[in-house]
């Protein structure tokens, strides 16, 4: 089982920055996956970014650029630095784990309006 600790979501202007943080911790094997993936009303769940613990990076086309995805890995922490945010990204941000499965945050809403 592993449990997450997500933080940093809230209310921005378009073109401001906001950054989420995720801890996670229990039964994580030294290799594996983190990152966030994103769900907006009446759409699917769909990738933002990961990472590897080997420090590979992969951002869906929509915020590359903009995003920045960091991790810790002694500390198991995952950041994610949103700059120049668009209406278009809000949605509730997931923090994830790739560690012999796939486990998910409970998740923090975003919103990016005027």
């Known amino acids: 089982q592993v449990q997450f600790v997500e933080s940093g979501g809230g209310l921005v202007q378009p073109g401001g920055s906001l950054r989420l943080s995720c801890a996670a911790s229990?039964?994580?094997?030294?290799?594996?996956?983190m990152g966030w993936y994103r769900q907006a009303p009446g759409k699917q769940r769909e990738l933002v970014a990961t990472?590897?613990?080997?420090?590979?990076?992969d951002y869906a086309d929509s915020v590359k650029g903009r995003f920045t995805i960091a991790r810790d890995n002694a500390a198991n922490t995952v950041n994610l630095q949103m700059n120049s945010l668009k209406p278009e990204d809000t949605a509730v941000y997931y923090c994830?784990?790739?560690?012999?499965?796939?486990?998910w945050g409970q998740g923090t809403q975003v919103t990016v309006s005027s």
């Open positions: 990472v590897t613990s080997g420090g590979s990076t």
């Open positions: 229990g039964s994580i094997f030294s290799r594996n996956v």
């Open positions: 994830y784990i790739y560690t012999g499965r796939a486990y």
